[in-house]
């Protein structure tokens, strides 16, 4: 798509928000433009992540009202259900203006365009069934996953199962790698937080984990990464654009990484995923 043909979209879902945002509709109109926000969201989302315009807010409910505090929220995520007396509309409305004018301003975006068809064609050579595992010590989530790839038809990479062959961590690591897609397993297993504030330890996942998350970033491109994320912890602030699944006790995360692994091209048998 032209970068003309980009900026028109962007222009023209941050018109349907606000006309979801301020004009009265019977609940057929209401109902029919929510599914063109929807149908439209995914591609809008992805190109204000690729021009890092990307923005997330934090949210505390007031007293008078009560609840959990919220951190990290995606307005994309919450159009139609926002936090108490929270403009996401103005949030996201503002992150398209930025992306827009950054569109039009800079050949960064037609570079990551150039980078990404690259990637696109050198991912396609690898084993379109090989999936890398990164994990921390949550043994019961890798389990879970491992084995939903196999029903599906995939094949999990899980280093510590994997030959030694002699070769060190890092060597093993590098020969394993050649993968198609990698899940990153995000769950608290350590604590941590800034030297300004040592008194709030936060759940954060593995030092390692995080490493490997930014190595398969950079090796296969963030359209062929997805974190998963178990609990209430810390993201690294750094990877705006990555696809963050949280892990639900109905298995909610099964049918969204599904989504994530047919948007990649993988093979797999997508019956088998209920």
């Known amino acids: 798509m032209s970068r003309k043909g980009v900026i028109e979209k962007l222009k023209a879902f941050k018109n349907l928000l606000i006309k979801w945002n301020s004009v009265q509709m019977t609940e057929k ?15 809008v989302q992805e190109m204000v992540n690729r ?46 203006d930025e992306a827009i004018g950054i569109i039009e301003n800079l050949d960064t975006f037609a570079v990551l365009d150039s980078q990404d068809e690259k990637k696109d064609s050198k991912s396609m050579k690898k084993d379109s069934k090989k999936v890398f595992i ?6 019961e989530l890798k389990e879970s996953v491992a084995r939903f790839l196999e029903k599906i038809g995939l094949e999990p990479i899980i280093l510590n199962e994997q030959v030694n062959g002699g070769l060190t961590i890092i060597e093993k690591f590098e020969k394993n790698s050649d993968v198609q897609f990698a899940i990153v397993l995000m769950t608290s297993d350590d604590l941590g937080n800034s030297k300004q504030n040592i008194k709030t ?74």
């Open 134 to 139: 990164v994990h921390g010590h949550d043994k």
């Open 51 to 96: 021009a890092g315009a990307s923005k997330r807010f934090d949210w505390s409910p007031p007293p008078a009202v009560g609840g959990f505090a919220m951190t990290g929220i995606n307005p994309f995520d919450v159009i139609f259900n926002p936090p108490y007396r929270t403009d996401v509309i103005s949030i996201i409305n503002d992150s398209i």
């Open 201 to 274: 330890l936060n759940p954060r996942a593995r030092q390692n984990v995080i490493l490997e998350l930014g190595y398969f970033l950079g090796k296969l491109g963030r359209n062929n990464v997805c974190a998963l994320i178990k609990g209430d912890l810390e993201r690294p602030s750094d990877y705006d654009g990555v696809v963050y699944v949280n892990v639900d006790q109905y298995d909610g995360w099964k049918l969204l990484l599904t989504k994530e692994l047919k948007q990649a091209k993988l093979d797999f048998d997508s019956n088998k995923v209920f």
């Open 29 to 43: 109109e209401s109902s029919e433009l929510r599914t063109q926000i929807n149908k439209s969201k995914p591609f």
